[in-house]
């Protein structure tokens, strides 16, 4: 206000007099210099930040509205932005996360990331990169390598190799060496971030405002930040039972990759992938293995398929105990490892078993990390069964500047790589102008048990469900991998299938494939899925001679035809 009325001329020393007339004849100036600069007939006017809004009617109105960053457009000023501390704070340093972090600083965005692992309940944690990188993608696939690397000792003999002494693995030796590979991961993820001048924060973020969050270290200090826009990534940590002695005694995926003893005998209880890619890589590392199931294995993936990677598990040593949960875990005998008792009942009865075990492995599911980081008190709503966040097609929440990408997402996708295109395509679509949105069909994932499992599309059931069983055509057949003729194991375990849309010319809308190197193999067909192939185009595509992928232009045989499919040879 004061430097439009310094422009003025009407505003004048006043003439002398008494203090009441020389006061009175002030106010009158005032009020005529206002009128002049401001072309308003009512008293008083309203500035911000040296821009009119108008008289008190029009600046009362707008203050009701409680919109500050509009207050400006009622004249036809530019608004001016608010005075926030970042343009955009991420919340969740694990994979996507970081991915729309890094994306955010190309385009010169001042930008936070908020990451703090509440530790298990055994004590553990780990540095910054998220679930993947710390106790999911990398150390799993890690390990199942060095399982596989004992089964490729025992065909090695086949092939000439000599050697007398008894092969032994080292629990240590492996943790010590994947936790050294994680740890590198670790700083360079911090390095990256400060190279392109991100701010990264170990702390815990939370919502105590409108674009504000509190920050709470792990000593306890707190602090306040302002942002534009928000980003919750905040990932899935697993669920527990429950039960008597769940969190004392049994562990999760947080705390195997990093345990400091060998499992030994070990209860996988779940039939989550998760359950059975550990269950898998430990049976591979030669330790006695149990998987309690509840129902079915795989939930959600093809049961076609998921019910071959059961039968194979069992054949090579893992035992399953099918339709109980347990009730009550003890301790018999403290050690590392100690001796457990655990106690199940019957999902069918009133039957009660008992048996001991070294380890009790958790793998029952994962709970959202949504409950506890304030987005109550900014109103942005959660399935509150689940605990995910409900988004539209541009993964913004039901506010406005809050967006979310990742694991905790309703009715999408739990992959790294989904999060991380997310994460990359909506920083472009903020700050980039870009209109690309993540596309969640077609995705391609694998599941890493003994007998890998790789797939793209839809199930067999998603797709009878989808386009009824008279419009699909499945066509599928068994493999022999060249690489297990010599030690002559295994034969006609390997499986391939394509679900195909007869009313889209047989386009390809499920691929499922059974066998070694099964990610390999279905992210190159991933690709073409996605660009609408074919079965005719498939086809026609010349295969690779001797390889597993191979069998896909050849496939022949459909399920509906009941004709034979086992293989005699590669």
Known sequence: MGSALRKSKAVRQAPGGGPERRAAEGAQNLQEGQCEVTAETSQPVGFVQEKQIGDHEKTLKAHKEAKPQKLLEMNGHTPVPHAYDYD???????SGGLAAAKEAAKY???????????PTPLGNSWGLGGTCVNVGCIPKKLMHQAALLGQALQ???????????EVEHNWMTMTESVQNYIGS????????????KVTYENAYGEFVGPHTVKATNKRGVEKLYTAERFLIATGERPRYLGIPGDKEYCISSDDLFSLPYCPGKTLVV???????????????????VTIMVRSILLRGFDQDIANKIGEYMEEHGIDFIREFVPIKVEQIEEGTPGRLKVIAKSTKGNQIIEGEYNTVLLAIGRDACTRKIGLDKVGVKINEKTGKIPVNDEEQTNVPYIYAVGDILQDKLELTPVAIQAGRLLVQRLYAG????????NVPTTVFTPLEYGACGYSEEAAVEKFGEENI???????????????????????AKIICNIQDNERVIGFHVLGPNAGEVTQGF??????GMTKEQLDSTIGIHPVCAEIFTTLSVTKRSGENILQAGC
């Open 434 to 441: 870009a209109t690309s949105k993540c596309d969640y069909v």
């Open 108 to 118: 010169e965005k001042k930008v936070m990331v908020l990451d703090f692992v509440t």
């Open 185 to 196: 991961l670790n700083w360079g993820y911090r390095v990256a971030l400060r190279e392109k």
């Open 88 to 94: 955009l704070i991420v919340i969740g340093g694990g």
């Open 473 to 495: 055509e499945v066509y599928h057949s068994h493999f022999w991998p060249l690489e297990w003729t010599v030690p002559s194991r295994d034969n006609n375990k390997c499986y």
């Open 270 to 288: 779940g039939a989550s992938y998760v359950a059975l890619e550990c269950a898998g890589f430990l049976a591979g590392l030669g330790l006695d």
């Open 155 to 165: 065909d090695s003999r086949k092939f000439g190799w000599q050697f007398t002494e």
């Open 526 to 531: 991933a690709a073409a899925i996605k660009c």
